[in-house]
Structure formats: structure tokens, C-alpha cells
């Protein structure tokens, strides 16, 4: 007995490490000439990667994050298309880093598989898919991915087909501390402008997939919903705001070309609770009677699983994935869509400690969240 009949093949790891490194590589250029460039002193993929932070100034802030794709994975590998789920793994904490003023710079990963397969059957090309999505990602977020880890785990991974894996990351960013959100810049009649999704991101999913599993039945991904399969609507990759975000705000080291006083990632919570947890310190709230509306495929799941507007905007983000709490809505709205990005003014903050939402949901209610 050796290593492989146990389910670990070395040299298809080699070959996957390799494949990986050389996507990694095609990010390093995103961060040339400014804060996170990446330094080589030799090329290898087990080699050392750094960036000089040497002679940084006064007030100069680092910190990492952790996120991951969750349960999305799933429906990727129902598809078997592994092309965009790093938009999704990269949003999470991209995203999350502009929340508090910072700059996104560097990402590593940790990607868990049941098993890369054998010689006369492996699953390097779907490897290769999710490394083209590494590329494209790391490029809509304007970072560089610097490390990472792979390992084969059995049985320890679970999922759908034979390809199984679980994907999460780290990001490393920078951030002026004289520019960092604290809520308190929030001022009230401050707008508060809505950026679109038009998936799910990688929040709510679990609910998503019993809902659909119940009504269609285990293989629910191949069911016809509006000329598509229903697992391909709700594959739909994450949009990734901070590249433009960091472009209004200005990020570590430049002066933005926008106002802005908050900012909001809608993931867990949904609106009211992300929102929420920007606004607390202000002790203000908010007024949204303006906001996008979800996707085809996630009112048709509202409606299967006869799920409440107030249940459905905790848990999904209901058509926005980031809002932006501004002085200057127009100026936010306009370099947004210099993006490819569409928003819109949803509402306005207000004295009230309150969050009311004028719902797109199936009911069209109007909901009142408290901020906790």
C-alpha cells in the first residue's frame, strides 16, 4: 500500500500547486507601484513572497481578514463549473475590508479537496478553472494573491459529485487611520445609495438549497426556471465592489474623488443587520424606499419556500450587495457606473434609531428592523 491508495496522489499535488502559482503570478502586476507590491527573491512556488512596507508613514495601519465561499461551492460543483466561484471568494473579503476604510492589497487561500483524482482520471482541469477565476478576480478586486494552501482530505470534504472542495481565504490591507470609518462621520439626511447584485453572493445559500431540493427534488440545479438552469442563476458570481469603492474613497495613500461617510457589505444579516452595524454608533437610522430588486431566481425561491420579506432581506442581500452612506449620492452613482456597476439612491439617513425598508420582496411590505 502507498500513499495514493489511501486517496493522496503527490505529484498531481505538485502539478495543482504548480498550476495554481502561475495564476498567482498573473495577479502580482495589480499591485505594481503601489502599497502591496510583490517582491520575488527567487521564483518557485514554495519560494518566498514579500512586499516592502518599509518607510510607510505615520498612522499606517495593516490588518487580515478571513472569509469563504460556504456553501456556494456546492452549487459549483453541481454545475461542474468552477470558472467564477473565486469572484465569490474574493468578494467576501474584499468587500469586507472597504467597510472600514481600508484598501484590499494581498489574498492567500487555503483550498480543501476530497481528492485530485488519479493520472487516468484526475480533476486538474477543473483545478484549472478555478485558477482562471483566481486571475480575473484578483484583477476586478486589484489585489495580488501571494500564498496559498492546498490539501487532498478525503472523505473529510463533502459536497455534490466527485470533485469536492471548500474553499476559503485571508486578506491582508492598509488603511490611513485618519480615514478610517468609524460611523461617527455618519451625518443625518446623509443618502444612502444602493450598489446592484445580481446574485446571491455566498450568503443564505444553505436555505436556498433546501428550498429548491425540497420543491425540485436532489438534482433541483437542472430544473428550467425562465429559459436557464435554476443551478446556474443561483451560481451567478458575486460582484466585486472595492475596486471601485477604493477609486471614490481613495484607499491607503490617495485622495478619493467622493464623499463618504459609511460604508455597508450586505452578507449575513442581510440589509438591516450590515447596515445596521454601520449606523449604530451615529445613533441614527436609515429610510430605504428605493431599492433593487431581487433576482428572478431569488423571488422564485421567496415564493416556494413562502418565506417572509422581513426572514428574506435577513437573509439574502435582496438585489444590493453593498451600500454607500454619502453626502453626494450623484458623485457616488456616477463613478459607480464607471465600473460597469449600477446604483442608485435607496433612501436617506434619519434621526429615528430605526431601520424602514419599503420591501421588493413577494409581499411588498413595509418593514421596520431594530439596530442591534
Not at 454545475?79 to 468587500?95: E, G, P, Q, Y
Not at 472542495?165 to 468609524?182: E, G, M, P, R, V
Not at 432581506?313 to 435582496?318: A, F, G, I, L
Request: one cysteine or more; aromatic letters at 8%.
Amino acid at each position: 500500500m502507498d500513499y495514493k491508495d489511501s486517496g493522496v496522489n503527490i505529484e498531481l499535488g505538485d502539478d495543482a500547486s504548480k498550476i495554481l502559482y502561475k495564476a498567482a503570478k498573473l495577479t502580482f502586476d495589480n499591485r505594481k507601484g503601489n502599497i502591496g507590491e510583490i517582491i520575488v527573491p527567487f521564483d518557485d512556488f514554495s519560494g518566498v513572497r514579500a512586499i516592502n512596507i518599509g518607510n510607510l508613514p505615520e498612522g499606517s495601519l495593516m490588518c487580515i481578514g478571513f472569509d469563504g465561499v460556504g456553501t456556494k461551492v456546492e452549487i459549483a460543483q453541481r454545475m461542474n463549473n468552477h470558472k467564477t466561484i473565486a469572484f465569490d471568494l474574493f468578494a467576501m473579503v474584499c468587500d469586507d475590508a472597504i467597510v472600514r476604510g481600508a484598501e484590499p492589497v494581498l489574498i492567500g487561500s487555503v483550498l480543501d479537496v476530497n481528492s485530485l483524482g488519479k493520472e487516468n482520471e484526475s480533476h486538474i482541469e477543473q483545478l484549472k478553472q478555478l485558477a482562471e477565476g483566481y486571475v480575473k478576480a484578483a484583477d476586478a478586486a486589484n489585489v495580488a494573491v501571494i500564498n496559498g494552501e492546498l490539501a487532498e482530505l478525503g472523505d473529510g470534504v463533502g459536497g455534490y459529485g466527485k470533485f469536492k472542495y471548500n474553499w476559503c481565504s485571508s486578506i491582508a490591507w492598509f488603511a490611513n487611520k485618519n480615514k478610517l470609518f468609524t460611523g461617527k462621520e455618519v451625518q443625518l439626511g446623509d443618502s444612502v445609495v444602493v450598489l446592484e447584485e445580481k446574485g446571491f453572493r455566498s450568503n443564505g445559500l444553505s436555505l436556498t438549497r433546501k428550498v429548491f431540493e425540497q420543491k425540485h427534488g436532489p438534482e433541483w440545479h437542472n430544473f428550467e426556471f425562465e429559459g436557464e438552469k435554476l443551478g446556474n442563476l443561483v451560481l451567478i458570481p458575486s460582484t466585486i465592489y472595492s475596486k471601485a469603492v477604493i477609486h471614490m474613497h481613495g484607499g491607503f495613500k490617495t485622495e478619493g474623488c467622493c464623499k463618504i461617510h459609511g460604508v455597508s457589505h450586505i452578507t449575513g444579516g442581510g440589509l438591516p443587520g450590515k447596515l445596521g452595524r454601520v449606523l449604530k454608533p451615529s445613533g441614527y437610522g436609515a429610510e430605504l424606499d428605493n431599492l433593487f430588486e431581487p433576482c428572478k431566481a431569488m423571488q422564485y425561491c421567496q415564493e416556494l419556500g413562502n418565506i417572509a420579506d422581513k426572514e428574506a432581506y435577513r437573509t439574502w442581500n435582496m438585489g444590493q450587495g453593498l451600500a454607500i452612506i454619502t453626502p453626494e449620492p450623484e458623485k457616488v452613482i456616477q463613478e459607480a457606473a464607471k465600473f460597469n456597476i449600477k446604483a442608485q439612491i435607496a433612501g436617506k439617513v434619519i434621526e429615528e434609531n430605526k431601520i424602514k425598508i419599503k420591501s421588493k420582496g413577494k409581499d411588498k411590505e413595509d418593514l421596520l428592523f431594530d439596530i442591534e
